[in-house]
């Protein structure tokens, strides 16, 4: 899910965390700027800086900005050459997804200690349902405050938390609250918080259905609930139209999901200058399927198909993808299939952006593996478990990049004469 857009935090008693939360079991809880506030909690003495997290070449892309930073208009999506034309001064860091998910994984569990039904949405974000447990740990408010409280002590990070009668409602509650806070939006009072809000709140407006509603004289969520439907979906269509309609009337019935499977697991990569070398290529397929790899390890799941992404450097885009006989969270099994996908594709192009992609997936535990004939039975999955357990102790920079280019394969016997 997208993030919604930067709501005004206002002093209004009728949303605040004092606020009727009776009929309100629904809690999103949202991590503050996570990324960037993982490296500082990594790294203290950035503390009070402005940090930008994301693609540090020319056509990167900012994925967290601190709150400092952000007063100087760096946003999530930005081009990092803007954000440094906007803040140079601040401290611009590569991404660290194994730090994240170390830290998501503590908070996730954080919650699940309040209540079974939690629906993570990314690593930084998730609703639960708190209604049964209530009699444990008191009203939801009370519940959105301990875990706060908890995430502050235990993980040395802030959250903002959105009580509500619904996981739209929820969630724009805690867009509100951020930075740091809580916000109650009391059931019998959903329409009060919901109808002065811009129409680009709702879920599922962009900038071009919002565009398309400001041209009808929609500029609020009340407008468009008193809008005539007809007109709605001759704007946006039929499925957009019912959509928005129930969602401006503050109906949102999906229930809380814990068993949300993810589809897939994949990386990419975007060149500061367009590429065509082949062996540059190659290693930066390889690395990508050691992220691939190590990204299905951590999150203990297999995929069964394997693809690859081409951006051209005139923005054609090519997908390629193969399924296997036996899912795999084997790095050199996911870059063997990604190399011969990528190597039948016709050759000259100058390449933009790369991507290796693990799909159909499976829990790992439900999947036995099975070895092929001949294969020892350790080889090269143990090496790679090894690396992750390194890796997780001191950190992925410790590994080589693209290790499994030019190693030996482990499951080979070294000749002892041989220098």
Known sequence: ??????????????????????????????????????????????????????????????????????????????????????CPHAVFLPPDFTRYTAASQAVMQIFRDVTPLVEPLSLDEAFLDVAGARRLFGSPTTIGRRIRERVAAEQGLTCSVGVGPSKFVAKLGSTRAKPDGLLVVPAARVLDFLHPLPVSALWGVGERSAEALLRLGLRTVGDLAQAPIGMLRTALGQAAATHLHELAWGRDPRRVSPEQVEKSIGAEVTFDVDVDDPEQLRRTLLALAEKVGARLRDAGQVGRTVSVKVRMSDFRTVSRSRTLEVPTDVAREIFDTAWSLFTALPSGDRIRLLGVRA?????????????????????????????????????????????????????????????
């Open 359 to 419: 799909e159909g997936l499976n829990s790992a535990d439900a999947t036995p593996r099975q070895l092929t004939l001949g294969e020892p039975e350790r080889g090269w999955r143990e090496a790679e478990v090894a690396a992750d357990a390194a890796a997780a102790r001191f950190g992925r920079s410790v590994i080589g990049p693209a290790s499994l280019l030019t190693g030996r394969d482990p499951r080979r016997k070294e000749n002892p004469t041989r220098p």
């Open 1 to 86: 899910m997208g993030r919604s857009q930067s709501l005004p935090r206002g002093g209004d008693p009728r949303f605040g965390p004092d606020a009727d939360d009776t009929g309100c079991p629904i809690l999103h809880v949202d991590m503050d700027a996570f990324y960037a506030s993982v490296e500082v909690r990594h790294r203290p003495e950035l503390r009070g800086r402005a940090v930008v997290v994301g693609g540090v070449g020319p056509r990167g892309v900012v994925s967290s900005a601190s709150y400092e930073a952000r007063r100087y208009g760096v946003r999530s999506a930005m081009p990092t050459m803007r954000a440094r034309a906007l």
